[in-house]
């Protein structure tokens, strides 16, 4: 089993950036997919963007494609979600999640361990 804590949510201005970090701790973390949810206020939990066990490959929504990077560090036992040119509309909670079995998906349901949460506002 892993857990999760995210961080490096905030408020910042449209155009601006923010890092977050989602540390995993527990066995193993270089064996777990790992990605990257969001959540608006009265929408459902969304897809942001994916990385598989290596490295080496990513997925990554529309909406971000361009502006959201994700990285991690099977070492430090962190992925990061490098986000730029900041929108209002990527105002949210965002979720650091591990798949431990398959391929990247883009399903909430094919996660099987969750963060709490780190809040990001935009404002315009």
């Known amino acids: 089993q892993v857990q999760l804590v995210e961080s490096g949510g905030g408020l910042v201005q449209a155009g601006g950036s923010l890092r977050l970090s989602c540390a995993a701790s527990?066995?193993?973390?270089?064996?777990?997919?790992m990605g990257w949810f969001r959540q608006a206020p009265g929408k459902e939990r969304e897809f942001v963007i994916a990385?598989?066990?290596?490295?080496?490959?990513?997925n990554y929504a529309d909406s971000v494609k361009g502006r959201f990077t994700i990285s991690r560090d099977n070492a430090k036992n962190t992925v990061y979600l490098q986000m730029n040119s900041l929108k209002p509309e990527d105002t949210a909670v965002y979720y650091c999640?591990?798949?431990?079995?398959?391929?990247?998906?883009?399903?909430?349901?094919?996660?099987?361990?969750w963060g709490q949460g780190t809040q990001v506002t935009v404002s315009s």
């Open positions: 999640a591990g798949r431990a079995f398959g391929a990247i998906t883009r399903s909430v349901s094919g996660y099987d361990y």
């Open positions: 527990g066995r193993t973390f270089s064996s777990y997919i």
């Open positions: 990385i598989s066990r290596s490295g080496g490959s990513t």
